[in-house]
């Protein structure tokens, strides 16, 4: 090991990248040549290639790939804070090594007491002070740590303390996100940290975080009791009762995480792992089973044919996430009878390959796709371990709240809980929002094989099944599989209605396979590429070497701004 590499600050390492470029100069062929990662000692994905590095530096220093995984997490905080910070929520599923097991922890936040049906009907609480459960990423990571970490908790949090305290230099990316969003985020307190004498800083600029370097100190000094039950959290309640929140110190207080059990399902050899519910795990792996009747192959790769099977099959598995799953302490989900080889075979029964399905009854509400931003990483270590970690504020930069003087913004998941008392995702107090993340852990064989994920909302779980079966059935290492153009349903949001055929698919499909799924009854429409950004981690179980894939997608911020093309970021050693 090398001394020097050890010490480098995160905040210099990013000058090694070209992370962003003009959408205009970003081409379907430049993505496809995108190089495969491998590695022998150990390997950190992640959506921004400090975030990742942050999790390398741990490696080096002696650290396992539980410790990389939270330092890659609390460095995301400070850079991508669009995407998540420590006032989010989010899953973690990993696979212990020492223990030769798959767990599930999940530290999704959960609604204030005082969040009742009453409270917020005829509310808008789609952002702002009303849109937030309890911040939980923070207790997630120090619970992951003390269960699984090596490296001093403090060590865990110095790369994001550097690059909150000494800066990193502003991508255009990051420019451009924040001209877009400028209207959504005219809170004092927001508009005093990203807006520096009122002003969006320009790319190029060194942009710091002294507020939230002060937050991360006090969180590795003291731990996360500081921010739940010390004065950091009595100053956060306070905040919210001033400005008509309903978040209270106590709600952060009481708040605690889950280790929970995962669920799973075999395909041809694999047995996938993931979140139960309150995640919409268990419609990926209710199109996995569904799949499994099918040679894929014969099919050829997406041809009109297999994407006909691939968009009836997300249909029926949206159907029963929607009409299902909740927050199981509240509500009865039957995953057995959704995950059974038998109930497969039944929903299979409905599909034909020749033409689609007029409509699939689903629950009433209906809504247009919101733009959603969330963040996944991965980390695999040389001894097995592997965390495969989703976390989220939601919609861009969440609430748009940067709470007190904190320099957090908070997530706005609460807007996933419904005022409708026939809803299954209903809102109440302690009741923990429905989400679509699923992070994955794949063996093989009974051993340690995959690591991966996505961001991406309603699409996370459909994008997902698409890239398990290129690897799976058409035997694509794991960068061509998450370059692979993809389809996307385009129907509903939140809860659907009858669910028409209607889907959004990326122009590098043919049009001639286009028109061919509209002969079949699709509504089709052509995007440039799809929003998620899959990324993981192959350990090849002949050779123990590890490989990994770092999508290239998210292009563009929306219809009106230019926008740019940015990677997720496979970083080995």
């Not at 748009?400 to 609460?414: C, L, P």
């Amino acid at each position: 090991m090398n001394a020097f590499s050890v010490r480098i600050p995160c905040a210099l390492i990013a000058a090694v990248f070209a992370w962003s470029a003009r959408a205009a100069a970003w081409t379907p062929e430049q993505e496809l040549a995108r190089p495969l990662i491998t590695a022998r000692h150990g390997m950190v994905t992640s959506l921004n290639p400090q975030s990742s590095m942050a999790g390398v530096r741990l490696l080096l220093e002696g650290g396992n790939a539980f410790d990389a995984a939270i330092a890659a997490a609390f460095a995301a905080t400070v850079v991508d804070p669009k995407d998540s910070t420590i006032g989010g929520n989010g899953f973690a599923t990993v696979y212990v090594s020492g223990e030769h097991r798959v767990r599930c922890l999940n530290f999704y936040g959960t609604a204030p007491a005082a969040a009742t049906i009453e409270a917020l009907k005829g509310r808008d609480y789609k952002a702002g002070y009303l849109s937030s459960p309890v911040p939980s990423n923070l207790k997630g990571y120090e619970v992951l740590h003390r269960a699984y970490g090596r490296r001093p908790w403090k060590d865990v949090l110095e790369p994001a303390i550097e690059l909150a305290d000494q800066g990193f230099v502003v991508t255009e990316e990051w420019t451009g996100v924040l001209k877009l969003m400028e209207k959504d985020l005219n809170y004092p307190s927001t508009r005093r940290v990203f807006f520096p004498g009122g002003n969006i800083p320009r790319a190029g600029e060194i942009f710091r975080q002294p507020d939230l370097a002060r937050t991360l100190r006090r969180i590795a000094a003291e731990g996360a009791d500081v921010f739940y039950k010390g004065d950091i959290g009595r100053s956060i309640g306070e905040f919210y009762r001033a400005n008509g929140g309903l978040l209270t110190a106590d709600d952060l207080a009481r708040y605690e995480t889950k280790w929970v059990e995962p669920i799973s399902t075999t395909y041809h050899g694999y047995t996938i792992y993931t979140q139960p519910p309150n995640s919409s795990g268990m419609a990926l792996l209710l199109q996995m089973n569904l799949l499994e009747g099918y040679d894929l192959p014969s099919l050829g790769h997406n041809s009109p044919r297999y994407l006909h099977l691939i968009g009836e099959v997300q249909r029926l598995a949206i159907s029963d996430r929607n009409r299902y799953v909740a927050d199981p302490d509240f509500v009865s989900v039957p995953v057995d009878h959704i995950l059974s080889k038998e109930y497969a075979r039944e929903r299979r029964a409905l599909i034909s390959l020749d033409r689609t399905l007029p409509t699939v009854p689903a629950p009433a509400g209906a809504g247009k796709p919101a733009k959603e931003d969330t963040t996944h990483l991965t980390a695999v270590d040389g001894d097995g371990n592997m965390v495969s970690l989703t976390q989220t504020l939601g919609g861009w930069y969440g609430s748009g709240v940067v709470v007190a003087d904190t320099g957090v913004f908070f997530s706005n998941q609460m807007r996933h809980l419904h005022t409708d008392p026939q809803s299954p995702s209903r809102v109440g107090p302690g009741r923990r929002p429905r989400s679509n993340q699923c992070p994955v852990i794949v063996l093989k064989d009974g051993k340690p094989y995959m690591a991966i994920g996505t961001p991406g909302n309603d699409g996370i779980w459909q994008r997902m099944a698409q890239v398990l079966v290129n690897i799976f059935d058409f035997h694509m290492d794991i960068q061509q599989a998450v370059s692979e153009p993809r389809m996307i349903y385009g129907g509903f949001e939140e809860t659907g209605t009858a669910l028409p055929p209607v889907f959004s698919v990326e122009d590098r499909i043919p049009p001639a396979t286009m028109e061919a799924l509209g002969a079949m009854g699709y509504q089709i429409h052509s995007i440039p590429t799809d929003e998620g950004s899959v990324n993981g981690t192959i350990r090849d179980p002949i050779t123990g070497f590890l490989t990994g894939g770092a999508d290239p997608r998210r292009l563009g911020l929306d219809d009106n701004w230019s926008g740019v093309a940015y990677s997720v970021y496979a970083i080995g050693w």
